[in-house]
């Protein structure tokens, strides 16, 4: 199940119960500017990627620019 | 692009995904720091001076214009108990005789610029606009301080 979080949700998940961020805007959006310690993985690349780079033990928190 | 990227999450057995809707939008526009090529070093929340003069609406004109002066700044911002920006007190007024309430006087919403305005952006703006500052503010309207053109051009030359 997915749920939506507000900033201090994400800062409590990753302070309080280790949980990883990922960007999945493009990696050229990422690297201009992104959360403190999130990881990249671009929306097409999810299938691909998302077991290999994250820990399915632990909450995920996905963003991306804005609500657009 | 985040919700779903959440939902195939799901779908590949992650039981535990968050959808941060807002994003990396909000996250900057609270002055929240950001990492990367053009993370928060090159933003005007980096630069913000937080010791800007604040002052009440029904604060005396007189006492403001002695505070002001003695923090050596031109400038004054109107906010309420939250810090959220009602108004400016600008050089013209302090510099004038009167003695009123600020709420008189101010200078009603003044334009505002968020924590993640990029400060190549703003200088250019306030040299367009012959402004020697901007107010910043966080999404909810709230001061975290004044960003000189100075200290936005020496920060650029530096980068």
Redesign the interface.
Known sequence: ???????A??QR?TAEES?QL????PVAE???????GAIS?P?KD??EQ??RL?D?T??????????T | MSPRAAARLATLGFGDVYDYVAGKADWGSAGLPLEGANGSETHAGAYVRTDVPRCGLGESLQAVRQRVTEAGFDTCFVVEENQVVLGRIGRRVLASDTDVLVGEVMAEGPSTVRPSARLSELVERMNRQDLSGLPVTTSDGRLTGLLTRADAERALARS
């Open positions: 199940m997915t749920r939506s979080v507000t900033r949700d994400v998940l949980a990922v960007e999945v805007l990422y690297e201009d500017e992104h959360l403190p993985i929306l999810i299938a998302a077991r994250l399915a632990k909450p995920v928190v996905v963003y991306c620019y804005d609500y």
